[in-house]
């Protein structure tokens, strides 16, 4: 197992008498990209600026790469993080190259690099001349990624870094994150927007009203739920592929008279396929895993409940 | 580079980029350069008359407007980068809480200083240049003591408008804040003190009335220009009750100096334990 990244442990934040966060627990190994999922309010945010030293927790601790991040030695470990808030506008009148160039200088990192940086994050060269006013959400998002890649971090935090983005960029978005984890970077990637993010993370912590509801790799997740299997057929007689699946403990739902659905646990699924390929007349078979959206659901459901 | 100076050089180029530098420069040197021509105006003349008492008038036209424009200037400083959402990435980077606000002010310094510098001293050589005085070296010490003397008047409420700045939320309670303490200051202070003194026919008070105009920044900034000289016996109105024996230039550039102090130190201070 590589070294810890991150380590939660206990760690409460409370605003007055709102919980924020409640007795975290988690552990985050270098190297990983991990999803922070949940709606807003969850704690999402409060978390990230736990680990960013930018508020401490009232009780429990927090160690990012074995420190303490609003502790003594929490300047030298800022230069080993980066970090994309959820909204920023930065400096309007400045161009976004100015806008790097004094967050490099603030970060310690040689400004000649910028331009590069700035290319890297699919900024063209005349956007990057000019101010900031003009540039729109998904420039702006690509400004804040290439701050938070300043002096090559180890830990990345992104506050959600898809919203508002059209596809394309978010497409971007996470062939970068993808290419930034083949080179080791730990990154923590937090999201209410749950398609799409499914094929970037290795792990997935599922936060509720300021606790962690679950946390693991997806397919864990699909099984610690036992969240069932979907199956959509299309073609041939509803009723008598139903009637040929009987045995096998599924539900069988008849969308149309040439339509129909399954649903049944994830072991029963090669025996359903097998008996609704012999059926005559079938001309499609759609196998839908549970997707991190159901799961979401159902997860934050039992969460609700006392 | 410190990061300190970042955070100085960045606020003095945008004081540069959105023309405060400029405004609040041509501001001062309009003013004393009208003040000069047209101060004895009363007196049925125009024409620069002699610098004592321009720097009279020009004391008095600064009490009001060099507060404006240092809390017009700084207000927004903190509150402005949490509205768009650069202050929670700053607390994020390398820098400590107060060096942000260390930056911040001293670049605020760069923009005041500078501008007086500008602005009074174009004046300053305009008026050198076509008055006739011949104690000229002499008025030119009065005149760089008022130079500096507005500097700090401005640096008090710089530290204000900083004060106020980690205090709000929101920029508009900012501006609000920031008009009520120019209010407070620059028009009710006085106009209270004086009223008690009334009120209490002079008995009460007389003694401690000079240190009771120490309590506000705008007054020291009024007797360190007025006290000193002898033109200001017919204009200085309020301040002559005070003694200027006790109160000496450099003594009261000092108390400025708490003015600047106090507010500031309380603004790292709360800032420092805020919750982000």
New interface residues.
């Given amino acids: 197992m590589s070294p810890t990244a991150v380590e939660f442990t206990q760690a409460s934040k409370q ?1 007055g008498r709102f919980v924020a966060v409640d007795g975290l627990d988690l552990t985050i190994h270098q190297g990983e990209v991990i999803g922070l999922l949940g709606h807003n309010g969850a704690g999402k945010t409060t978390s990230m ?1 736990m680990l ?4 401490s927790p009232t009780s429990g601790t927090v160690r990012v790469f074995g420190e303490d991040p609003s502790g003594q030695q ?3 470990l ?2 080993k ?1 980066g ?1 994309l ?9 400045l161009t976004g190259l100015e806008v790097l160039r ?2 490099a ?4 990192v040689d400004t000649r690099g910028c331009e590069a940086l700035l290319e890297q994050v699919g900024l063209k060269e005349e956007a990057i001349q000019k101010r900031v006013k003009t540039y729109s959400k998904g420039m702006r998002q690509r400004l804040g990624l290439a ?1 938070a890649l300043l002096g090559e971090p180890r830990l990345l935090l992104l506050d959600e870094p898809t919203v508002g983005l059209d596809p394309l960029a978010t497409r971007d978005l996470y062939a970068m994150l993808d290419q930034l984890r083949k080179q080791g970077v730990t990154i923590i990637l937090s999201s209410h927007v749950l398609p799409g993010i499914e094929r970037h993370i290795d792990r997935a912590a599922i936060m509720g009203q300021g606790r962690l509801l679950a946390v693991g790799s997806l397919e864990a997740l699909r099984e610690h739920a036992e969240l069932p299997l979907l199956i959509q057929v299309r073609g041939g007689n509803a009723r008598e592929q139903a009637d040929a699946l009987d045995s096998l403990g599924v539900t069988c739902t008849p969308v149309q008279e040439n339509q129909l659905e399954v649903k049944g646990s994830a072991s029963t699924k090669m025996e359903v396929l097998r008996r609704l390929m012999q059926q005559p007349g079938v001309e499609d078979i759609d196998v839908l895993p549970p997707s991190l959206e159901t799961l979401y659901a159902h997860i934050s459901l039992q969460g609700a409940r006392p | ?1 410190n ?1 300190i100076l ?2 100085a050089g ?1 606020e003095f180029r ?1 004081g540069l ?2 023309r405060w530098i400029i405004a609040i420069t041509l501001i001062f040197a309009l003013l004393s350069l009208g003040l000069a021509y047209f101060g004895a105006a009363a007196s049925g003349r125009v024409g620069f008359t002699s610098l004592d008492t321009t720097i009279i008038s020009l004391a008095s036209l600064a009490i009001f407007i060099v507060p404006l424009i240092a809390l017009l200037l700084a207000y927004h400083t903190v509150v402005g980068e949490e509205e ?3 202050l ?9 809480r107060g060096q942000l606000l260390a930056g911040k002010f001293l670049g605020h310094t760069g923009i005041i200083g500078i501008s007086s510098l500008l602005g009074f001293g174009i004046a300053g050589v305009v008026m050198a240049t076509f008055s006739d005085e011949t104690a000229l070296a002499e008025l030119l010490g009065a005149y760089s003591y008022f130079i500096v003397s507005v500097m700090m008047l401005g640096l008090v409420f710089v530290a204000f408008a900083h004060l106020i700045s980690v205090l709000v939320a929101e920029k508009t309670r900012a501006a609000g804040l920031a008009l009520l303490v120019w209010f407070l200051f620059v028009l009710i202070f006085d106009l209270a003190l004086l009223g008690a003194l009334v009120a209490t026919e002079g008995k009460v008070g007389a003694d401690i009335f000079p240190y009771l105009l120490l309590l506000n920044p705008t007054d020291v900034f009024r007797l360190a220009n007025l006290a000193g000289f002898e033109a200001a016996q017919a204009h200085a109105g309020l301040s002559t009750i005070a003694t200027p024996e006790i109160l000496s230039p450099g003594f009261l550039l000092g108390v400025l100096s708490l003015w600047i102090a106090i507010p500031f130190s309380l603004a790292v201070w709360l800032f420092s334990r805020r ?2």
């Fill in positions: 605003y600026k960013l030293g930018v508020t929490a300047h030298t800022r230069q993080l970090y808030p959820e909204s920023v506008s930065f400096y309007e009148q004094y967050f200088r603030l970060k310690r701050q | 580079m990061p970042t955070v960045k945008d980029r959105n768009q959402g650069t929670l990435l700053l607390l994020t980077y390398p820098l400590g919750q982000a």
